[in-house]
């Protein structure tokens, strides 16, 4: 009953620009925060951005501050990462969570996964 769904992931080139959703449950939903994370092959889940509640805080790791942008639509229990000048390290698996603490980086405190959603950038 509880679930996440990531969509909008593709092939794309570098400087290109990507558009994630991640469709929640109400319940879901309602947690303190939503997030993302990505994970490349053969490396750690790492944290990519945050946004609280009303959509009106939100937080970025330094490897991508400036270029991706995190967004919510509570009518439609949908956040959003908006991905801009995409580089080859971008590669990766992103994943859309849900935390039991505001605007956390760490992955441990977000209880919801999506099975995530490929993003690959190519030189």
């Known amino acids: 009953q509880v679930q996440l769904v990531e969509s909008g992931g593709g092939l794309v080139q570098a400087g290109d620009s990507l558009r994630l959703s991640c469709a929640a449950s109400?319940?879901?939903?309602?947690?303190?925060?939503m997030g993302w994370f990505r994970q490349s092959s053969g490396k750690e889940r790492e944290f990519v951005a945050a946004?609280?509640?009303?959509?009106?805080?939100?937080d970025y790791s330094d490897a991508v501050k400036g270029r991706f942008t995190i967004s919510r639509d509570n009518a439609k229990n949908t956040v959003y990462l908006q991905i801009n000048s995409l580089k080859p390290e971008d590669t990766a698996i992103y994943y859309c969570?849900?935390?039991?603490?505001?605007?956390?980086?760490?992955?441990?405190?977000?209880?919801?996964w999506g099975q995530g959603t490929q993003v690959t950038v190519s030189s």
């Open positions: 109400e319940r879901t939903f309602s947690s303190p925060s």
């Open positions: 969570a849900a935390s039991d603490v505001f605007a956390s980086r760490s992955p441990q405190n977000y209880r919801y």
């Open positions: 946004v609280d509640w009303s959509g009106s805080i939100t």
